[in-house]
């Protein structure tokens, strides 16, 4: 008997859970749609896998070095385990509480007609209103989606600090590149004022020269040793040794988006990740304020009691050693609406602090989005004076000046000025290459990357 009994029990509380919990699921139009990606190392949030360290080829392209730092990245790999982890709260927030089991043993036996009792044992389980489950199902969903837009942006800025340092590596290289063609430059113009000297000239120009030569060798060093901080901080962002060798980027044909690609607005920038967490958030905080509305209706409790009754005493008495099942029900009390009240303007309050904060962080990245334009603007703008004026009356004015000094017409300092005119010239070229595609990787990290900036750009000559 008592083994039918707690079978009764068992599929008793089975149908309630059931029966609650399809009360309790929300609907297919209103069922949470998470963000199905793959992290990281190419793998998806329930899938677990130790991270291994991966290398740089011999002749690494920007790719590369976006793909090892993806895959190496410290930050970004926590980004991911948080992403993961917060995945992992949306089914404990749908589960009901745990049933309880409740055993009571008479320290003295109740004396009944029936017989005396000597042990109580029961079970309940807890139901919260009609609606809870779903919402806090609904709060962890979002949670979720917001920490996964947390991990877009860290990866986002990995790419744009990984591509900053890049472009600024490749400066130095093209840098490093001219003061050397200067040098042997001023060594020849050094011979040139050498053979007026022998002529009968005076040492002005040798001097001239030789100090221009010194300047320049010491200015070489310095762009030398600036190699290795550069090379530092690019191996920070892929996770390998401060001292670790990063070759010289490749002279590329980038091929970046015209004046036209860039007409961003508002619309792209509301793809920023930034802006989707706070988009999560709000979401979030809507149902946290349904949530908190739930709180002023109480919970359900409902359970089984079985008491063990022993045979009566006397013989012949009708149901003797029958043990009684009592179903028992129970509900908390809200009583305290002060509280219940405190925590809806609390909700509300967190709803509010959200909007406010997406519209100030949005108002932000559209002025900094500007800036960036600009900049980039203004840099190819920097490009075509420098490519297609400036460096070509440089060149001939420098070809003018020697020819002048060796004749006799000029002297060595007007020379010496169309060299340095030249150079600087040459270097603010460069210094215009890297920053658009700097202030490119800064565009792209709050709109994404437009389709014609490429990874993997061609050569050029530029």
């Known amino acids: 008997m008592r083994y039918r009994l707690f079978f009764f029990v068992r599929v008793f509380l089975g149908g309630l859970i059931v029966c609650w919990g399809g009360c309790s699921v929300p609907p297919k139009e209103t069922s949470i749609r998470l963000p199905v990606d793959s992290g990281p190392s190419g793998r998806s949030p329930d899938q677990v896998v130790k991270r291994s360290h991966h290398s740089l080829p011999d002749q690494p392209a920007l790719g590369d070095f976006l793909r090892v730092a993806a895959l190496n990245h410290p930050g970004l790999e926590a980004a991911f385990e948080g992403w993961k982890a917060a995945l992992q709260a949306v089914p404990q927030a749908r589960a009901l509480p745990d049933p309880k089991f409740n055993y009571g043993y008479f320290v003295e036996q109740v004396e009944t007609r029936v017989g005396p009792q000597r042990q109580r044992f029961g079970i309940s389980q807890t139901f919260p209103w009609l609606g809870k489950l779903r919402l806090r199902e609904s709060v962890a969903g979002q949670a979720a989606a917001a920490a996964r837009e947390r991990y877009e942006l860290v990866k986002r800025g990995l ?27 001023i060594q020849h113009l050094e011979q040139v004022a050498q053979a007026r000297f022998r002529a009968g000239s005076d040492a002005t120009g040798v001097v001239k020269a030789q100090v221009e030569l010194t300047q320049l060798e010491d200015e070489l060093v310095r762009l030398r040793d600036l190699r290795e901080p550069l090379s530092a901080r690019l191996n920070a962002a892929l996770n390998r040794r401060m001292d670790a060798p990063i070759p010289w980027p490749e002279r590329h044909r980038l091929d970046p988006p015209t004046l036209a690609d860039l007409a961003v607005d508002e619309a792209h920038l509301m793809a920023h990740p930034e802006l989707k967490v706070w988009d999560a958030e709000i979401e979030k905080a809507e149902f946290e304020v349904a949530l908190a509305r739930k709180a002023f209706y109480p919970d359900v409790t409902v359970g089984v009691d079985y008491v063990e009754t022993q045979d009566a005493r006397f013989a012949g008495v009708a149901g003797s050693g029958r043990d009684p099942v009592m179903i028992m029900g129970s509900v908390n009390l809200p009583l305290w609406k002060g509280k219940y009240r405190a925590a809806l303007k609390e909700a509300v309050a967190r709803r509010e602090v959200a909007l406010e904060s997406k519209e100030d962080r949005k108002n932000d990245l559209g002025a900094d989005l500007k800036l960036a334009v600009y900049e980039y603007r203004d840099a190819e703008r920097k490009i075509r004076l420098y490519r297609d004026t400036l460096a070509p009356l440089a060149s001939n004015s420098l070809k003018v000046a020697e020819q002048a000094y060796q004749s006799g017409r000029s002297d060595f300092l007007q020379l010496i000025d169309a060299q340095r005119l030249l150079l600087d010239i040459q270097l603010s070229h460069q210094r215009a290459l890297a920053d658009r595609m700097q202030r490119l990787a800064e565009i792209e990290m709050m709109v994404g990357e437009l389709p014609s900036s490429g990874g993997n750009p061609s050569h050029e000559n530029e």
């Open 159 to 185: 790419f744009r600090e990984v591509k900053i340092n890049y472009f600024e590596l490749g400066y130095l290289r093209q840098a490093i590149r001219l003061t050397e063609e200067n040098i042997s430059l």
